[in-house]
């Protein structure tokens, strides 16, 4: 386990754990703090330099992303209100250090006939040799799930077979991002597409033993590492590869695997405004299915519609970048 080491490691020990006691996750805890720790051993500082002026020198000379900067600010001043109520320090130097202008981060969101042109790449290049058959069909399944329910990349690959119930159409996912185990539908040409694949399997493997759903190799489960490399060769083959991008404050997102997860909650949402419904009534359930902790955050898709919505804000911000 990683331990602090700066002349301040007992004060930020003793402060993870009563952040930790509140119910805080320690991997959300620590990071900013052992950043912090990490730049006052490099500078060698003591409590005397602990004024305004070196944590400004602080925001400067942490070369990441203004939002990581401003994390592991705000981290830091909540630390030393922890030490100014225990009255081992006076007052908080951060008190008026003002965070960084932060960049809003736009992700790339697929059209509902981009998802399909995916899908369908990767299908026709499914291997029909009894080698790599059913690896690459757990490859395309893994694809489609991320697509047609929204899923995490991992949580289709931690599928054990008794977590699918074909009879109720469901799968069980547990251990989520949030500690949320949740059981969710799914959509019925995913359901035939399951029961093809595992039909296959009990043919071309009738003594196989692997747990997994979605079989890996040598009784593993799949690699994240497979699922993107299927699906970055994908991107290029329907044209759709592009860089990430920055433009003033604004980031837009390359296409990555989690952009299937935006793209479906993006466009169910607006699947749902086009049948003449409140997005924002049915909020709370897509939560719930995507494995939300907060319906809030499945409102920030609302301020995303959808693609065209994107290629117009980038094309906009390029011609205020010209005027400028």
Same mark, same amino acid.
């Given at each position: 386990?990683?331990?602090?080491?700066?002349?301040?490691?007992?004060?930020?020990?003793?402060? =993870?754990?009563?952040?930790?006691?509140?119910?805080?996750?320690?991997?959300?805890?620590? !990071? $900013?703090?052992?950043?912090?720790? +990490?730049?006052?051993?490099?500078?060698?500082?003591?409590?005397? +330099?602990?004024?305004? =002026?070196?944590? &400004?020198?602080?925001?400067?000379?942490?070369?990441?992303?203004?939002?990581?900067?401003?994390?592991? %600010?705000?981290?830091?001043?909540?630390?030393?209100?922890? &030490?100014?109520?225990?009255? /081992?320090?006076?007052?908080?130097? &951060?008190?008026?250090?003002?965070?960084?202008?932060?960049?809003?981060? /736009? !992700?790339?969101?697929?059209?509902?006939?981009?998802?399909?042109?995916?899908?369908?790449?990767?299908?026709?290049?499914?291997?029909? *040799?009894?080698?790599?058959?059913?690896? @690459?069909?757990?490859?395309?399944?893994? #694809?489609?799930?991320? =697509?047609? *329910?929204?899923?995490?990349?991992?949580? !289709?690959?931690?599928? *054990?077979?008794?977590?699918?119930? $074909?009879?109720?159409?469901?799968?069980?996912?547990?251990?989520?991002?949030?500690?949320?185990?949740?059981?969710?539908?799914? $959509?019925?040409?995913?359901? @035939?597409? %399951?029961?093809?694949?595992?039909?296959?399997?009990?043919?071309? *493997?009738?003594?196989?033993?692997?747990?997994?759903?979605?079989?890996?190799?040598?009784?593993?489960?799949?690699?994240?590492?497979?699922?993107?490399?299927?699906?970055?060769?994908?991107?290029?083959?329907?044209? %759709?590869?592009?860089?990430?991008?920055?433009?003033?404050? #604004?980031?837009?997102?390359?296409?990555? $695997?989690?952009?299937?997860?935006?793209?479906?909650?993006?466009?169910?949402?607006?699947? /749902?405004?086009?049948?003449?419904?409140? !997005?924002?009534?049915?909020?709370?359930?897509?939560?719930?299915?995507?494995?939300?902790?907060?319906?809030?955050?499945?409102? =920030?898709?609302?301020?995303?519609?959808?693609?065209?919505?994107?290629?117009?804000?980038?094309?906009?911000?390029?011609? +205020?970048?010209?005027?400028?």
């Amino acid at each position: 386990m990683r331990r602090f080491e700066s002349f301040m490691a007992k004060n930020l020990s003793e402060y =993870a754990a009563y952040r930790q006691q509140l119910g805080c996750v320690k991997k959300g805890i620590k !990071p $900013p703090l052992y950043a912090f720790d +990490q730049y006052l051993n490099v500078h060698k500082a003591t409590w005397e +330099q602990l004024q305004p =002026a070196f944590f &400004l020198q602080m925001r400067a000379d942490i070369r990441k992303h203004p939002n990581t900067v401003n994390k592991i %600010l705000s981290s830091v001043h909540s630390f030393f209100e922890f &030490l100014v109520r225990r009255q /081992i320090c006076r007052v908080n130097p &951060l008190d008026d250090i003002p965070p960084l202008p932060e960049r809003f981060f /736009i !992700p790339f969101v697929f059209t509902p006939e981009q998802t399909d042109q995916l899908l369908t790449n990767i299908c026709v290049n499914i291997r029909h *040799c009894q080698k790599h058959l059913l690896f @690459d069909m757990a490859i395309y399944l893994a #694809m489609a799930m991320l =697509a047609r *329910c929204g899923m995490r990349i991992n949580e !289709p690959l931690r599928l *054990c077979r008794h977590h699918f119930r $074909p009879d109720e159409g469901s799968v069980y996912i547990e251990r989520t991002k949030f500690r949320k185990d949740r059981l969710i539908p799914v $959509p019925q040409k995913v359901l @035939d597409e %399951l029961d093809n694949y595992l039909v296959a399997r009990n043919v071309c *493997c009738p003594e196989d033993q692997n747990p997994y759903l979605l079989a890996g190799r040598k009784g593993r489960p799949l690699k994240d590492y497979h699922v993107r490399s299927a699906f970055h060769r994908a991107v290029e083959n329907i044209g %759709l590869k592009q860089p990430k991008r920055t433009m003033g404050n #604004m980031t837009f997102g390359s296409p990555v $695997p989690h952009s299937l997860r935006h793209s479906y909650a993006i466009n169910t949402l607006n699947r /749902i405004k086009a049948r003449g419904i409140s !997005p924002q009534q049915a909020l709370p359930v897509l939560a719930t299915y995507m494995g939300h902790r907060k319906y809030q955050y499945t409102a =920030a898709y609302l301020k995303v519609k959808d693609a065209s919505d994107i290629a117009g804000l980038i094309t906009f911000t390029k011609s +205020q970048s010209v005027v400028k």
